[in-house]
């Protein structure tokens, strides 16, 4: 682990220093890639001493870690805790033992339930649960109990997945093989749809087209990339965004160690974000939360397509402002990319 913090620290000396990230607090700390939980105690206290040599974490900061539930347990939860870890990310996707082991999954169907209590024991306070949908349907997976069960555990907030068969993954070519079947779309939907309901009927509040939270208790992190504001990125594979600027890191643990070693930025690439893809980013970005996009700026043709997604129960119109529903979110990207195409020029950008 010392070389993985030393790489961390490194890349971070190395944007202060050419690119001016330093001043101010941090209001939001994010350690992901689903794993931490399998670093041991004492790293994250060290990451946090190296961290607060270069910048500081803001006193009312949102620090959220990921964790598998085969890997977190009490001891690792109470050295989080008292290093300031107060959000836990859950890895749990499903209860379903047969799903579990298909996906590579090793906590079992009780092992969610074993983790959160060791969360709330040590003081972490507010745990979000990951669920994946849209798994084969050979698995026999039972959606209903994967709800069912997930709210029992009473979490502050919940993310919703659809799996997807990416074409270069192993699950795409299964697919292609014939060797594994996904739902179609209005099974897809359906299950969707079926979390929407239940979730919101047990009082978390539908804020994001995947994210569901008590009052007070949305995810300050991922708000930000929603918001639109800038962000940095440390790691293998971290992107960032900063300036209208969109870079990111390579996904190569040698080729990024060996860079900063060698005082050079860990990139991949990056890119400017133009005009065009700004305007649609914005669209994007604005239709897919629960503020949803004002509607000053839209052209006549834009209005009227608003208008007919209303009409077809896809959004809510309410002051000014436009607000995907449940069936529109699923439609998100085609609704985002016909809204900006019904626009002649900058428009809301």
Request: proline letters at 4%; aromatic letters at 8%.
């Amino acid at each position: 682990m010392d070389a993985w913090l030393a790489a961390t620290l490194g890349e971070l000396d190395l944007r202060m220093e050419r690119e001016g990230w330093s001043g101010g607090s941090l209001g939001t700390l994010y350690v992901g890639g689903g794993t931490p939980s399998t670093l041991g105690t004492g790293v994250l206290g060290r990451l946090r001493s190296g961290l607060e040599e270069r910048i500081a974490l803001g006193a009312d900061a949102e620090w959220t870690v990921e964790a598998n539930p085969e890997s977190f347990h009490r001891d690792l939860a109470v050295d989080w805790a008292r290093v300031g870890v107060n959000r836990l990310s859950l890895g749990a996707q499903s209860f379903h033992g047969p799903a579990l082991r298909w996906m590579g999954r090793l906590h079992g169907p009780d092992g969610p339930a074993r983790a959160v209590a060791a969360a709330r024991s040590a003081g972490i306070d507010n745990v979000s649960v990951d669920l994946i949908f849209g798994l084969p349907e050979e698995l026999g997976r039972d959606w209903t109990d994967d709800l069912d069960r997930a709210l029992a555990l009473e979490p502050e907030h919940v993310s919703l997945y659809g799996l997807t068969a990416e074409t270069d993954a192993p699950l795409g070519r299964w697919v292609r093989q014939g060797r594994a079947r996904l739902p179609d779309e209005d099974a897809y939907g359906t299950q969707y749809l079926e979390a929407v309901d239940r979730l919101t009927g047990a009082g978390l509040e539908h804020y994001e087209v995947s994210n569901f939270a008590r009052p007070g208790k949305t995810s300050r992190h991922n708000s930000a990339y929603w918001e639109g504001v800038d962000y940095l990125g440390l790691g293998v594979g971290a992107h960032s965004f900063a300036g209208g600027v969109r870079w990111w890191n390579d996904r190569d643990w040698t080729a990024y160690r060996t860079a900063v070693g060698e005082a050079r930025l860990p990139e991949a690439g990056r890119e400017r974000v133009d005009a065009a893809t700004r305007r649609l980013e914005r669209i994007w970005l604005g239709l897919r939360t629960r503020s949803g996009l004002v509607m000053d700026g839209l052209e006549p043709r834009q209005r009227e397509l608003v208008t007919s997604w209303s009409d077809r129960g896809w959004a809510a119109m309410d002051g000014g402002t436009v607000r995907l529903t449940g069936p529109g979110w699923l439609l998100l990207d085609r609704l985002a990319v016909e809204l900006d195409g019904a626009g002649s020029g900058p428009g809301i950008a």
